[in-house]
């Protein structure tokens, strides 16, 4: 059967650019914004937050996510049916080295490192 043209919108992440070959067309950038209408996302928190939670506000900082790690996470939970909790397990222990950035310097509730008690817990599992 030979290849079929089809025309969407759409954007990332999404499923759909895990199930296709999509290729973005140039010119939008009046309708949706520059860059393909790219955007993003910010963690807020209250004003004194950073004073009173310093750990979990290094954790926030250090964590980002790619459009590549967020189509995989959607993909396992709509197409494997997996919790969310079960695909960013997945996920995180497919790219260790995320770990590794997000929890430098990051410490549990009872103040022992937290990157030997995340591995730990991800191997448990």
């Keep these: 059967m030979a290849a079929q043209r089809i025309d969407i919108l759409g954007w990332e992440p999404h499923l759909t650019n895990t199930k296709f070959h999509l290729v973005y067309l140039s010119g939008g950038d009046a309708y ?27 954790l926030f900082r250090q964590m980002t996510f790619t459009v590549d790690l967020e189509n995989e996470m959607i993909a396992g939970m709509l197409q494997e049916k997996l919790s969310a909790v079960d695909a960013a397990q997945r996920a995180l222990r497919a790219h260790p080295s995320l770990v590794d950035e997000w929890l430098g310097g990051v410490t549990t509730a009872t103040g022992a490192p937290g990157l030997p008690a995340v591995r730990a817990a991800l191997d448990a599992r």
């Design 32 to 58: 949706f914004g520059p860059n393909y209408g790219g955007a993003t996302v910010n963690t807020v928190a209250r004003a004194d937050f950073l004073g009173r939670c310093a750990n979990l506000a290094r």
